[in-house]
């Protein structure tokens, strides 16, 4: 027969177990809306995401793609050279002042009947900032230049 102190034990350690579980099924819960994917136009060309899924798309503004719509609504194409992705922006803010064609740019929205329905834009900062993401999409592509880089001399 079992003390009642190693009783006592065992009930303390399953009851911070059970604890710990309901924590983290908590935690997940918690995060399930907030957690977005990054994906690149290849990317979505290849394994399109579900209607209604909640995801980052990133790449570069295609050139002559920008067409104005009404208010601060507008489409655009985004490109990573390899696939593009037609976007409507369809937040309630005017595109940022950096954002333009050739640019980088990360959109938050979702896809519905293949339009990505963006709700947030993200431009570059300055002349040479790029988000990692783009970044990395590009050089999976082969078609990334470091605007830092020298150029190259014959």
């Not at 009851?15 to 809306?33: E, N, P, S």
């Amino acid at each position: 027969m079992r003390s009642l102190k190693k009783t006592r034990r065992i009930q303390v350690i399953l009851l911070a177990f059970a604890a710990l579980i309901g924590a983290t099924a908590l935690i997940g819960y918690g995060f399930k809306d907030g957690i977005n994917f990054f994906y690149s136009p290849t990317q979505v060309a290849e394994k399109p995401p579900s209607d209604g899924e909640i995801f980052r798309l990133g790449g570069l503004v295609k050139e002559g793609s920008i067409l104005p719509g009404e208010g601060v609504h507008f489409t655009f194409t985004i490109t990573d050279t390899n696939a593009d992705v037609l976007v409507a922006y369809v937040g309630n803010n005017p595109k940022p002042d950096l954002f333009g064609e050739g640019q980088g740019t990360v959109a938050t929205g979702r896809m519905e009947g293949g339009v990505f329905q963006a709700t947030e834009l993200l431009a570059k900062h300055d002349e040479t900032y790029m988000p990692k993401e783009v970044i990395d999409s590009l050089k999976e592509q082969g078609v990334y230049v470091d605007p830092n880089a020298a150029p190259a001399t014959n």
